[in-house]
């Protein structure tokens, strides 16, 4: 199963990169997980939507290959993060490489709620008409105090974190299967 899991910010040490980062790792033997940035992305304009850069075309054509896709969200004042939000507008407009995807989303933040906030927004977008995702249910991964919560290898290090982050991908797994 190739899938895709798009790092929800440009910031060069992000958490949320680490985290799929790890379950690259940890899931190799069962899924083949790329990482997709959103750091290359244009700022989205109509303007330029009938012709966008190479990078808007390869950003979109790695969704579209993928069997299903996995986002990693950040939290930026109770909201998903700009750089993120751009990259699915380019997803919505004269291609919709999300249209019917089967997505799992998780997140990181360094506050105590995880991202919830940001999870809740992400759902909003990604059931929008022009976007149409197929969003799996519940399964919502929030790791709070994320600047504690790996270890120097970018291993995630709370046992509970790691068993229902499992329990989360063998859910995906099926929900993708099914
Ligand atoms: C502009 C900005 C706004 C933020 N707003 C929130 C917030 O609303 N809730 C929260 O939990 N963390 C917030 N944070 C802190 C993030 O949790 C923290 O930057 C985290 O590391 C983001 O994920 P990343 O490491 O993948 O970039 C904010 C950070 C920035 C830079």
Not at 70 to 86: M, Q
Not at 154 to 173: A, S
Request: charged share 20%.
């Amino acid at each position: 199963m190739k899938l895709v899991g798009i790092v929800g910010n440009n910031y060069s040490g992000s958490h949320n990169r680490m985290l799929l980062k790890f379950m690259q790792q940890r899931y190799a033997s069962q899924v083949e997980l790329s990482l997709l940035e959103t750091k290359p992305l244009p700022m989205f304009n109509q303007d330029d939507e009938d012709h966008p850069t190479q990078t808007v075309v390869d950003f979109r054509a790695a969704i579209a290959a993928a069997d299903a896709v996995i986002i990693a969200t950040p939290e930026h004042n109770h909201s998903i993060p700009a750089v993120l939000k751009n990259a699915l507008d380019w997803c919505s407009r004269v291609e919709h490489p999300l249209a019917g995807k089967k997505v799992m989303i998780v997140g990181a933040a360094l506050g105590p709620l995880g991202t919830v906030r940001a999870q809740g927004h992400l759902r909003q977008i990604l059931d929008s008409m022009s976007i149409a995702a197929h969003v799996m249910p519940g399964n919502e991964f929030l790791l709070a105090h994320a600047m504690n919560a790996f270890d120097a290898n970018g291993r995630l290090t709370d046992q509970k974190d790691i068993e229902f982050l499992d329990t989360c991908m063998t859910n995906f797994i099926k929900f993708v299967e099914a």
